[in-house]
């Protein structure tokens, strides 16, 4: 086992994609497993994998992150032995939508930054104090290189991950003189449900999106938040900017044929 093994993660949107993979990647750490998300049949498939995955223990809790009294409740309402997070993992997040920002429905703004941004700082802020009073955690946060170069059509999702670069690296400040570790996690393009959610559904635009490309899978990205996870205590990672060997950044791509 390695020293991931017995600690208590937290995983946010967990029951698909990224947050799916990162929550079993964790588990044949033998790590104990948080696992939160909007949709509870989904989440209780992942129990069942989980089970057969080498997890520690498993617990799950239904909770949307853009509801601040919500959170607050269910990170209260935490059994005693599942209240000391050791390891957070704020994976939920979307897009909405592919439009000119000023033909843009203003309803796809407002659920990217009800989730990509206040709920990432609505967990933070019930998470943290007690990671800083225990003396010990690491807070992940999901970015993309999305936040790190605009492309057209995307500007308010772009936002909402830049946002995500400016908290990460402020909360890292603000935890100087503490052994909370913070990091941020920014991949390229993933093929999961991301692009089915973006185009509500559509799956053939959606599938367009990797047509003729190799994109990184979920697995890869969970792989990259167990390292950062899994550094010596006194070793912070800040930032892991990837991408599939097809990509350059937000707006070059090779594809094939």
């Not at 017995?6 to 029951?15: D, H, K």
């Not at 929550?23 to 939160?36: D, I, K, N, W």
């Not at 100087?176 to 635009?205: L, Y």
Request: contains cysteine.
């Amino acid at each position: 086992m390695s020293d991931l093994a017995g600690q208590t993660v937290l995983v946010t949107g967990a029951s698909s994609g990224i947050g799916r993979a990162t929550a079993l990647a964790f588990a044949r750490e033998g790590a104990r497993l948080l696992v939160c998300a909007r949709r509870e049949e989904r989440l209780k498939e992942l129990e069942a994998e989980l089970a057969n995955s080498g997890v520690n223990a498993v617990q799950s809790f239904v909770v949307d992150v853009q509801d601040r009294e919500a959170v607050n409740a269910a990170i209260a309402a935490l059994p005693a032995e599942w209240s000391a997070v050791d390891v957070l993992v704020n994976n939920a997040g979307l897009s909405r939508g592919l439009a000119k920002m000023y033909d843009d429905d203003y309803r796809n703004w407002e659920e990217m930054i009800d989730t990509n941004v206040k709920g990432l700082l609505y967990v933070t802020r019930a998470v943290v104090p007690g990671m800083v009073e225990r003396g010990r955690g690491h807070v992940i946060s999901l970015g993309s290189t999305a936040g790190h170069q605009t492309y057209a059509n995307g500007a308010v999702y772009c936002a909402t991950k830049a946002a995500e670069k400016a908290i990460s690296e402020g909360l890292k400040l603000d935890l100087m003189g503490t052994a909370v570790r913070v990091t941020s996690i920014d991949p390229g393009m993933v093929e999961t449900e991301f692009s089915e959610v973006r185009f509500r559904g559509d799956t053939e635009r959606a599938e367009k999106v990797y047509q003729n490309i190799t994109p990184l899978r979920a697995e890869d990205v969970a792989d990259a938040i167990v390292w950062a996870a899994s550094r010596p205590a006194h070793v912070n990672i800040h930032t892991i900017l990837m991408t599939s060997i097809d990509q350059g950044n937000s707006v070059t791509f090779h594809r094939h044929g």
